[in-house]
Structure formats: C-alpha cells, structure tokens
C-alpha cells in the first residue's frame, strides 16, 4: 500500500434534508468527522451545570425565596 488512500475504511451515509440551511450544512459537519476522530479520547467528560440549562443561581434562589 502507498498509504495515500483514505484513512478509515468504514463510515455511514446520512440524508442532507434541506430544512434549512444551518441543519443543511449541520449534516456535512457531521459527516466530516470521521471514525478516526471518534475512536481518540482527547477530551474529557464535562459536568453540565444547571447554567449549561438557561437556569441561573440567582433564578433558582429567587424561586426558592417565592415558595
């Protein structure tokens, strides 16, 4: 082998419906990340915190304070 061929020999085909355009280009996004890149472990697992949500601190405690 010249090993100029492409790097992963499996993949999956996904439909591009047109909804509109950010879900349009929303699917090559995902097709361009090949099964190389999900087999690496670069990035570790991430806590969502109730912010990640649209909850606030402060929202939580005023709604508290209420009841």
């Not at 020999?9 to 280009?25: E, Q, S, T, Y």
């Not at 570790?44 to 402060?58: I, Q």
Request: aromatic content about 10%; some cysteine; charged content about 20%.
């Amino acid at each position: 082998k010249t090993g100029l061929d492409l790097m992963q020999d499996k993949g999956f085909c996904v439909i591009a419906d047109k909804l509109n355009n950010m879900r349009f280009l929303s699917h090559f996004r995902s097709i361009h990340r090949g099964a190389y890149f999900a087999e690496m472990k670069t990035t570790t697992v991430r806590k969502l915190l109730p912010e990640s949500w649209g909850f606030s601190v402060l929202s939580i405690l005023l709604t508290v304070d209420l009841a």
